[in-house]
Each structure stands twice: as structure tokens, then as C-alpha cells.
């Protein structure tokens, strides 16, 4: 918090004192001055909520099907054989070239972004989830096989426990990977949402509204982690890297 309030009082003082040009670098106080107008306008708050909407909806979709996947694939060798080279030519793929493709496909709509936001998280947590599965004791695994476990209770028993705290990991990671291109296809997209309403402001001139929606996001951000950590503290009570235990 410190620190945030220091780099708000040094972006107080070095537009004021020329070294920065205050056309493009206005002073904190203009910045809240807009923020506080946002915060009375309900076209704001209309865009935030669509935002979050789009947001929720990818993210939610990305974490479901990289975890199913992840745990069907990494559980079945075979299958993660024969996807191996796919997913890693796939992954590299930034989501920002499927741009034009999804837009004549889609149009402008929140279909488009949310198929920017879902194509970029489920790597994440697809990716951390198959780490997870593949971490399992061999010895373990070798048991498994021996009593002739069906498939569903090695899953339960033997994949989820290892692969959890991958997952959740993944989730983290997949929750700011989201909100990033929840914004950046509003902005380029026209998606309605926080990231229009920032190109309206700046193609008005607005230049302390676009810094004031620039805040708003990196407040949901903050909260995201915060909220994601507490839930991976939640889930993983059992861990030994949450209660604090030193491995023997």
C-alpha cells in the first residue's frame, strides 16, 4: 500500500512540474477527480459489470475444461502421447492473432472476447494440471495398478490429490491471463465493456478518464489475486506447503 501511495504522490508532482507532459501524464488529483465522476455515471458501472461478466464466463469455462482435460489426458499415457506435439504448437499461439478470425466469425460481440479469453487461460491451467498428474509417486501409481483400481477411483484418490495444487496454481495464473485479454479485446474488439469505454475516452481526449478506467482494472486485478489466494489457502488446508509442514 505504501508504495502505491508514494508512486501516486510522485505522479502528483512530476507532471506539475513539467518533466512530464500533463496532456498525457495528468496528476493523481485529475485522475481521482475522473474516477469519482465514473463512480457517479451509470454508464460506468454498465460497462463494469459487462466486464466482469465476460471475464467470470471465459475464466469459468477455461478452468473447467483444462481440468478435465488435463486429468483425462495426463491419466491416459496414450492420449497424452498422441497430444503432446498438438498442445505444444497450440500454447505458443497468442490469443491476439485469432483477432480477425474470430471477429468475422463472431462479429463484435462478447462471443469474440470470450473466445480470446477462454483460448488463453485454459492453457494455463491445462498445462499446470497435466504437470500435476504427471508428479504422481510412481510407487503409488505401481499400488494403484496392482489392487486394480477402476479408473474413476484412481482419479479420485490417486490424480486429484497430486494434481490439485497444480490446478490451483493454474487457476491463478489463468485468472489474471483472463482479465488481461477481458480488456484487451474490449479495447481493440469493441466488445462492450471497462476496455470501450477506455478507447471512447481517449478518442474524446479524456485522457485522466482513460488513467481513471486504468486503475479501476488494476483494483480488480489486486482483488483477483487476493481472492485466488485465499481460495488456494482454503482448498489446500490439507497441503504441507499450506500448514507449514517440512517434508521428511
Not at 477527480?33 to 469455462?61: C, E
Amino acid at each position: 500500500m505504501g508504495g502505491l501511495v508514494g508512486f501516486g504522490l510522485l505522479l502528483e508532482i512530476v507532471p506539475r512540474t513539467g518533466l512530464l507532459d500533463r496532456e498525457y501524464f495528468p496528476p493523481t488529483s485529475e485522475i481521482l477527480g475522473a474516477l469519482a465522476d465514473h463512480a457517479g455515471d451509470g454508464a460506468f458501472w454498465t460497462a463494469f459489470r459487462q466486464t466482469l461478466t465476460t471475464w467470470f464466463i471465459g475464466l469459468l469455462i477455461a478452468v473447467v475444461a483444462g481440468i478435465v482435460l488435463g486429468v483425462v489426458i495426463g491419466a491416459v499415457p496414450i492420449l497424452r502421447a498422441l497430444t503432446a506435439s498438438t498442445i505444444e504448437f497450440l500454447r505458443p499461439i497468442p490469443s491476439v492473432a485469432l483477432i480477425p478470425l474470430v471477429i468475422v466469425l463472431l462479429g463484435t460481440g462478447m462471443a469474440s472476447t470470450l473466445v480470446l479469453v477462454v483460448y488463453a487461460s485454459f492453457w494455463q491451467v491445462l498445462v499446470q494440471t497435466l504437470h500435476g498428474v504427471a508428479d504422481i509417486d510412481p510407487v503409488a501409481r505401481e499400488t494403484a495398478l496392482s489392487y486394480r483400481l477402476g479408473f474413476v477411483y484412481r482419479v479420485r484418490y490417486l490424480v486429484w490429490p497430486t494434481a490439485l495444487p497444480y490446478a490451483v496454481t493454474g487457476i491463478r495464473l489463468a485468472t489474471a491471463v483472463a482479465l488481461i485479454l477481458t480488456i484487451t479485446g474490449e479495447l481493440t474488439i469493441g466488445t462492450p465493456g471497462l476496455g470501450k469505454l477506455m478507447d471512447t475516452a481517449y478518442n474524446s481526449g479524456a485522457v485522466p478518464s482513460v488513467y481513471a478506467i486504468v486503475v479501476v482494472t488494476g483494483i480488480i486485478g489486486v482483488l483477483a489475486n487476493l481472492a485466488t489466494r485465499r481460495a488456494e489457502r482454503y482448498v489446500l488446508a490439507w497441503h504441507p506447503s499450506i500448514r507449514g509442514e517440512v517434508p521428511v
